[in-house]
């Protein structure tokens, strides 16, 4: 069974930083692309960000293209999100999410993946 632990979050101040971590098992995890997405209060689930099953390859919307760094160790099964120069319209419980091989798919076909619990980011002065 497919379990996706998010941890990390916190509160902040604008213009901080935090790193977030999500520990994954129940499949094997250097076959697929993991993906951080976020959701606001009211508001929809976006994409923020996938990394390829070697690393290689990295995506990052707009919105946080320049601040955040994904990455991942295939070795602890585990995938990080590191949020720097953060922005209050950044607070948003974070999830990590996989589904395939695939970043396009991870993000285009997100109703299909596989999602942990989320951690919370709240961003406050």
């Known amino acids: 069974d497919v379990q996706l632990q998010a941890s990390g979050g916190g509160l902040v101040q604008p213009g901080g930083s935090l790193r977030l971590s999500c520990v994954a098992s129940g499949f094997t995890f250097g076959d697929y692309a993991l993906g951080w997405f976020r959701q606001a209060p009211g508001k929809e689930r976006e994409g923020v960000s996938c990394?390829?099953?070697?690393?290689?390859?990295?995506f990052y919307a707009d919105f946080v293209k320049g601040r955040f760094t994904i990455s991942r160790d295939n070795a602890k099964n585990t995938v990080y999100l590191q949020m720097n120069s953060l922005k209050a319209e950044d607070t948003a419980v974070y999830y990590c999410?996989?589904?395939?091989?695939?970043?396009?798919?991870?993000?285009?076909?997100?109703?299909?993946?596989?999602w942990g619990q989320g951690t919370l980011v709240t961003v406050s002065s």
């Open positions: 990394i390829s099953t070697d690393g290689g390859n990295t």
């Open positions: 999410a996989t589904g395939s091989p695939y970043c396009t798919v991870v993000f285009g076909y997100p109703e299909f993946g596989s």
